[in-house]
């Protein structure tokens, strides 16, 4: 930044000491839309200064191309020779390297928006920023950086001086405002001599001068929160402070005059979004300073940030990504253990090299605690492959160096003083194992020990290597000349295993390439850049020599490319029920006899390849066989968001692609031919299909994913040319991309009456082979609220005791389906019943209530139950329950069941009882008794009859009832009025008798 606003020194520095003060940056007075400088500027900042800004990958967990946010609505865009965000991304591009990609946010109240998209936020120097503008950006922006970097975000804040009074420090203001870091005091100057004050932090790794000097644009602060590590004077010109799994790095620069050490300090920046932590708390014997030296350079090269605990630290190791544990004196206690144990289980990775007798006491703690455990008396000895110096020896990849991701290109490990593993956890991968001739020290056979072997931990990653010889690039132990790191395929060794574990934070998921079929570029030459970009964006690679159904059967997705042998019908057949079942199939060939193989795959999912000559392209074609392909070429699919060109090297088209989607098509404006004469308009060159569960990408073309060749001669390999790898980190993550399970209530569905121990049976399967767990819940009002029978449970059916729920005619059932980070879900169609309980018997009565000899006795009840009734018995008993008589009831209308149990003689006292079963055999208790008693009850009249020697007294059963006219019985026409006027007419004729013989 530089300004055209010439003001004495003592008022510069009144107004710079008024516009920052230990709260921030205070507000000027002038409103941001009544600055006239300030509009003319923003009408200019909608508008990108470079072609090359890309969006991120659409598939947020791919480590990389890393994704950069620039901010740049107050930045330096001017077209001169010092345009600070230009020389930013230059910086970038020569320093760390072409695996990024950015795009400039131009209005900060996008942020919001835009920041979940991408790993690092870059505010570059906002010199034409007034302080309100500040204040109301750190005012909307507080939470929001807040959060992104305590999740892992890394924010990178660059600064110098504002335009407005030259106010030093003014994009740091941000951070004030914000409470994210505390800066105090901003010193700006042009020259002179900075120190190197913190070689263990990651910002300055790579400078190994002390001191060097300044250049023009540079600010120091006060600083009481962060760690500085560059510093002039007193005062911090470079700052980095962690929070949570993020970081935050205060660069005291805007790259106005670009210089090697601003460059690296700013590419480390970059690289801390995969951090690698030595531990050198622990009285480790080598470090990053001396012995590890090479190693860590080689890592810097490779995109990574190296640093040095010194002080055993839990925010440090929660703010790394690989945490790298060596030969050390002191012993690790329990409680770190358990910190380091929390670290991978929330998705680190850790690094282990033991040693052999009491060298690896001290580290014996934490692979204990992961499930390895060491021969801790003897090391291995030389056997065949034995070096010869320094109990030295070699293994190959013969049989001894596994297929993995840790293994491309690893021909031979050399070790010294090596042990080995005893046991391993059940679910390790084996990587490198003794060969038949290896011995212990004491003579006893050492064949098939394990030296390396990794595992993972939910998402989290632990490799254990068995030496930490081999780590020294400053040691020739066998003294051949070259150095241990370098020996052999010591250093791709070891460079792979940091590879594979910054795969750390996401579920593993296996690249299977098959080159069993005489492949014409292999894992281990032309594609190794190809394999190593797949494992460090968390894929593990692994290949297979022959056709192997075991492999196949544990791969996710499978790269098929073109050879020499053609696929078998079978073995097409095994691949297409491999992509119905959920497995990815990337496809690639080249044109002509370069393909023909891999079109029979392709032709299996309706694609078919043209087999003559190659594309050319007459205005898209920077040299021969390479044709440039832009965003109007680009089909709409998830694989092509964010991209903006791919180059293509002699590839071939597809005639017709079926169903499947094109996801880069030649142009069609005549100038896109054959190489053996004809048109190629509009034709497909890459296509994406489905099948079943599976997903499928076939490119016609294979050499864009070649490391090791340059066709367009522009210094870029083939595969870091335009877009093509963020094209390759968006295919795999399409074809392995986690998807839900898929979950299928079998029984209970709808329909069905459950009762005692009822199974709840379900189906389900995961797109991604992933362990599935299940949570089983039932509800009994149709679906309103749950209630838990089990979670976390395995296979798929659980027994569910019905018993203790009440019964209902409104239960379903819920089961979950759970993969490691998405859960499906599916419920019972219609609602079921559950029946464990009898009949209801609501309520019963007897008619008449008052009964005679002669009445009929009716007995009556409303009986139900949600199953159905069988049957209603009725009991009775006129001997107080010596003997019962049971009598079947029979329905009527509703609810309602009746019998008549016949006519009693008077004085009989009736009792009874009912119960009823349902249709599934359950039975009611017997109803009380209580109120279940008739009574055929006797009232006495006496009459004198008179005779010649004595006087009958007769006693005579009758009924009371309601009388009528002459005291007759209300009912003249039934039996009691018989009854009574035989009785009278009886008396009649007594007394006619009586008074005949009188006379």
């Not at 460090?536 to 022959?546: A, L």
């Not at 199974?759 to 767990?773: F, G, R």
């Not at 027994?799 to 005619?809: A, L, N, Q, R």
């Amino acid at each position: 930044m530089r300004t055209s606003i010439f003001i004495s020194l003592s008022v510069v520095l009144v107004f710079s000491t008024l516009f920052f003060s230990p709260t921030g940056i205070i507000d000027t007075g002038q409103d941001w839309n009544d600055v006239n400088e300030i509009s003319e500027l923003k009408s200019n900042f909608n508008t990108r200064s470079f072609d090359e800004a890309e969006m991120p990958s659409v598939f947020s967990k791919n480590r990389l191309p890393v994704s950069l946010l620039v901010y740049t609505e107050f930045a330096d865009l001017t077209p001169s020779s010092h345009n600070e965000f230009r020389n930013t991304i230059e910086s970038l591009q020569s320093t760390y390297g072409p695996i990024f990609r950015y795009e400039n946010l131009t209005d900060y109240t996008e942020l919001t928006n835009r920041i979940d998209e991408h790993d690092i936020l870059l505010i570059v120097e906002q010199e034409n920023a007034y302080p309100s503008n500040i204040t109301t950006i750190a005012s909307a922006w507080g939470p929001i950086l807040e959060d992104f970097v305590a999740s892992g975000g890394i924010l990178i804040v660059m600064d110098y001086v504002g335009s407005f009074m030259s106010t030093r420090g003014i994009t740091a203001g941000i951070l004030n405002q914000t409470g994210l870091l505390q800066v105090y005091n901003p010193s700006s100057f042009g020259s002179g001599t900075l120190s190197l004050e913190n070689s263990s932090d990651p910002l300055p790794r790579g400078i190994y001068d002390s001191t060097f000097p300044a250049v023009s644009g540079t600010v120091a602060f006060d600083v009481f929160d962060g760690i500085p590590s560059v510093n002039s004077s007193s005062q911090a010109v470079v700052t980095h402070k962690t929070i949570g799994s993020g970081h935050i790095a205060l660069l005291g620069f805007d790259l106005y005059t670009r210089s090697i050490y601003f460059d690296t300090i700013l590419a480390n920046a970059i690289r801390l979004h995969r951090h690698v932590v030595f531990d050198n708390s622990h009285s480790q014997v080598h470090s990053i300073f001396s012995g590890f030296i090479n190693y860590t350079e080689e890592l810097t090269s490779i995109g990574f940030a190296v640093s040095s605990m010194e002080t055993f630290d839990t925010d440090w190791i929660e703010g790394c990504d690989i945490l790298v544990l060596t030969y050390c004196l002191d012993d690790y206690s329990e409680s770190e253990v358990e910190i380091i144990k929390n670290f991978v289980e929330g998705g680190g990775a850790l690094f282990v090299t033991a040693e052999y007798g009491l060298y690896g006491d001290a580290i014996d703690t934490v692979i204990e605690r992961f499930g390895f455990v060491r021969e801790k008396t003897y090391n291995l000895e030389n056997g065949t492959n034995g070096i010869g110096v320094g109990g030295g020896f070699y293994l190959n990849n013969t049989n001894h160096i596994r297929n993995h991701s840790v293994s491309v290109d690893v021909a031979r490990i050399e070790n010294h003083g090596a042990t080995a593993l005893t046991k391993t956890p059940d679910d390790a991968t084996t990587i490198a194992v003794a060969d038949e001739e290896m011995t212990w020290t004491n003579g006893t056979s050492a064949e098939g020990m394990v030296i390396t072997a990794g595992i993972t931990v939910s998402t989290g990653r632990v490799l254990v290597h068995c030496d930490s010889s081999l780590l020294l690039g400053d040691t020739d132990t066998d003294n051949d000349g070259t150095e241990n790191f370098y020996d052999s395929n010591n250093e791709d060794f070891l460079l792979n295993s940091i590879r594979w574990l910054s795969g750390a934070g996401q579920k593993e998921r296996i690249v299977l390439f098959d080159e069993s079929h005489h492949a014409n570029y292999w894992v281990n030459a032309s594609y190794k850049g190809f394999a190593n970009f797949l494992t460090e964006n968390g894929h593990t690679v692994q290949w297979m020599t022959q056709f192997n159904e075991e492999m196949i059967d544990s791969a996710h997705v499978i790269v098929i490319q073109d050879g020499l042998r053609n696929y078998t019908v079978s073995e097409i057949d095994y691949l297409e029920n491999f992509a119905d079942s959920g497995g990815g199939l990337f496809i690639c060939g080249g044109w002509g006899q370069f393909g023909l193989e891999a079109d029979k795959v392709g032709n299996a999912f309706g694609i078919d390849r043209n087999n003559t000559g190659y594309l050319q392209d007459s205005d898209d074609s920077p040299s021969g066989g390479v044709i440039v392909y832009d965003e109007a070429n680009l089909g709409n699919h998830r694989i092509m968001e964010g991209m903006k060109r791919m180059e293509l090297v002699y590839s071939s088209a597809f005639n017709s692609i079926g169903g499947a989607v094109s996801l880069l098509d030649t142009d069609d404006d005549g100038t896109c031919t054959w190489s053996d004469g004809g048109l190629a308009n509009d034709l497909s060159v890459i296509a994406a299909s489905t099948s079943g569960l599976g997903r499928i990408v076939y490119a016609a073309g294979y050499r864009f994913l070649k490391y090791n060749s340059d066709n367009d001669g522009d210094g870029e390999n083939n595969l870091y040319d335009s877009d093509n790898e963020l094209f390759v980190s968006n295919a795999f993550g399409w074809l392995a991309e986690n998807r839900a399970p898929e979950i299928t209530v079998i029984s209970p569905n709808g329909g069905e009456t459950l009762s005692d121990n009822s199974a709840i049976t379900w189906s389900a399967q995961d797109p991604n082979k992933d362990q599935l767990l299940f949570d089983v819940y039932y509800s009994d009002d149709s679906g309103s609220s749950w209630n838990s029978i089990g979670t976390g449970l395995s296979g798929t059916s659980v027994s569910w005791d019905t018993t203790s729920v009440e019964d209902g005619d409104e239960f379903e059932v819920r089961v979950i389906a759970k993969d490691y980070e998405l859960d499906s879900i599916d419920e019972s169609d219609a609602v079921f019943t559950v029946d464990n309980m009898g009949p209801t018997i609501l309520e019963f009565e007897h008619s008449p209530s008052s009964p005679v000899p002669t009445d009929s006795i009716w007995i009556k009840a409303n009986v139900t139950d949600i199953s159905g009734i069988s049957s209603v018995i009725c009991n009775y008993t006129v001997d107080s329950g010596t003997s019962w008589t049971a009598v079947t009831m029979e329905p009527r209308s509703g609810d309602e069941f009746n019998v008549s149990i016949g006519t009693f003689e008077n004085d009989t006292t009736i009792e009874y009882r009912i119960r009823s079963n349902d249709t599934l055999g359950h039975w009611s208790d017997w109803t009380s008794l209580e109120n279940a008693t008739v009574f055929i009850a006797a009232s006495t009249t006496t009459t004198t009859t008179t005779a010649t020697e004595s006087t009958t007294t007769t006693e005579t059963t009758t009924t009371p009832t309601d009388t009528g006219p002459f005291g007759l019985p209300e009912t003249i026409f039934g039996v009691d009025t018989l009854i009574v006027l035989a009785a009278v007419g009886a008396l009649v004729v007594i007394l006619i008798v009586v008074l005949i013989k009188k006379r």
